[in-house]
T-cell receptor, first 116, second 115 residues
Framework: AQKITQTQPGMFVQEKEAVTLDCTYDTSDQSYGLFWYKQPSSGEMIFLIYQGSYDEQNATEGRYSLNFQKARKSANLVISASQLGDSAMYFCAMRAVMEYGNKLVFGAGTILRVKS | DVKVTQSSRYLVKRTGEKVFLECVQDMDHENMFWYRQDPGLGLRLIYFSYDVKMKEKGDIPEGYSVSREKKERFSLILESASTNQTSMYLC??????????????FGPGTRLTVL
């Protein structure tokens, strides 16, 4: 079974600095996908970035990049030039195959607070 | 733009009541999901629907049922609400597997309190 571990319950970062949110995963599948979502206080889950297990390059989307280290089974999210609006809960998730489709298995989340 | 809506942002019910949570998506997605979010546990899948009238149990289906009569609408039903079902409920939708990411898109969530 797939498992996602996020070991940082909470993080602080100074505005304009970079921050890394940790994520490790466990799976026996050869092909898999990893996702990061952001959840502001409003509650909606916002998709940030995706990394496929066979992608040769680390995924990037604007200020977000995914530091994918397959041998270490880690998929850390890096946010560059933090902004106050980045304060939110961040979830790492992995695609898991069901009988008729795919679900997401989530970690417990990391709360990020950006300080001015 | 991708849009998933949920009927209520906040809901307060009494123990034993029947509760309906509604979710609508306008992206013509095949798949729809109901997750429950609890502190320290992340999101856990309750039920998944891959087509009209078709469903598959998730990780925590006990105490819940679902209904999908139309492609765009997916309902979560608590037949007899209990206090341990107090939680945040999130609906999501995605295209069929085979796309590059089959990314799931989420609604704003319903915070349910059962007294």
């Amino acid at each position: 079974a797939q498992k996602i571990t996020q070991t940082q319950p909470g993080m602080f970062v100074q505005e304009k600095e970079a921050v890394t949110l940790d994520c490790t995963y466990d799976t026996s599948d050869q092909s898999y996908g990893l996702f990061w979502y952001k959840q502001p206080s409003s509650g909606e889950m916002i998709f940030l970035i995706y990394q496929g297990s066979y992608d040769e390059q680390n995924a990037t989307e604007g200020r977000y990049s995914l530091n994918f280290q397959k041998a270490r089974k880690s998929a850390n999210l890096v946010i560059s030039a933090s902004q106050l609006g980045d304060s939110a809960m961040y979830f790492c998730a992995m695609r898991a195959v069901m009988e008729y489709g795919n679900k997401l298995v989530f970690g417990a989340g990391t709360i990020l607070r950006v300080k001015s | 733009d991708v849009k998933v809506t949920q009927s209520s942002r906040y809901l307060v019910k009494r123990t034993g009541e029947k509760v309906f949570l509604e979710c609508v998506q306008d992206m013509d997605h095949e798949n729809m999901f109901w997750y429950r979010q609890d502190p320290g546990l992340g999101l856990r899948l309750i039920y998944f629907s891959y087509d009209v009238k078709m469903k598959e149990k998730g990780d925590i289906p006990e105490g819940y049922s679902v209904s999908r009569e139309k492609k765009e609408r997916f309902s979560l039903i608590l037949e007899s609400a209990s206090t341990n079902q107090t939680s945040m409920y999130l609906c999501a939708s995605s295209d069929i597997a085979g796309g590059y990411t089959d990314t799931q898109y989420f609604g704003p969530g319903t915070r349910l309190t059962v007294l």
